[in-house]
C-alpha cells in the first residue's frame, strides 16, 4: 500500500482518482490546490504524488518543482494529469521533476496499473 498525494481543483477527479485507487488498497491524500498540499506535505511522508496541470493558483508543474525542492521527496515518482496532450506541454512536466504523465479523462483501470508500475519502478 502507498500513501498518494492527489491534487486537482475538480472535486469529481479527486473523487475519480481517490476512490479507484483506494480500492487499490492505496491510502489517498486530496487537495483542491496546489499551495495547500505543499504546506500539507512539508512534514509528511508520502510515496507518489499526482497532480493536475491547470488548476488556479498553482499549475501542477510548478507544484511539482517545488516539491521537488524538499529534501525527504527527491526520490519519490510524480505525475501530471491532464486533458493536454502537446508534446511542450509534457516536456515542461519533464523539465519541472514529473517522471510521467497521466491523460484525462481517467480509465479507472489504467490508473490503477499505471500508478502501480510507477510506484514499482521507483520502490526504494
Known amino acids: 500500500m502507498a500513501r498518494i498525494l492527489a491534487v486537482d481543483d475538480a472535486i469529481i477527479m479527486r473523487s475519480i482518482v481517490k476512490s479507484t485507487l483506494e480500492l487499490s488498497g492505496h491510502e489517498v491524500i486530496c487537495f483542491e490546490d496546489g499551495a495547500k498540499a505543499l504546506d500539507w506535505v512539508q512534514n509528511q511522508k508520502i510515496d507518489l ?13 510548478t507544484l511539482i518543482a517545488k516539491l ?4 525527504h ?4 515518482p510524480m505525475l501530471i494529469l491532464s486533458t493536454e496532450s502537446k508534446v511542450e506541454v509534457k516536456q515542461l512536466a519533464k523539465d519541472s521533476g514529473a ?16 500508478v502501480n508500475r510507477v510506484l514499482g519502478k521507483y520502490k526504494t
Open 49 to 61: 504524488v499526482i497532480s493536475d496541470q491547470y488548476m488556479p493558483g498553482m499549475k501542477g508543474t
Open 68 to 71: 521537488r525542492e524538499l529534501s
Open 73 to 76: 521527496l527527491q526520490g519519490i
Open 99 to 114: 517522471n510521467g504523465w497521466i491523460q484525462k479523462p481517467i480509465v479507472p483501470e489504467d490508473l490503477t496499473s499505471g
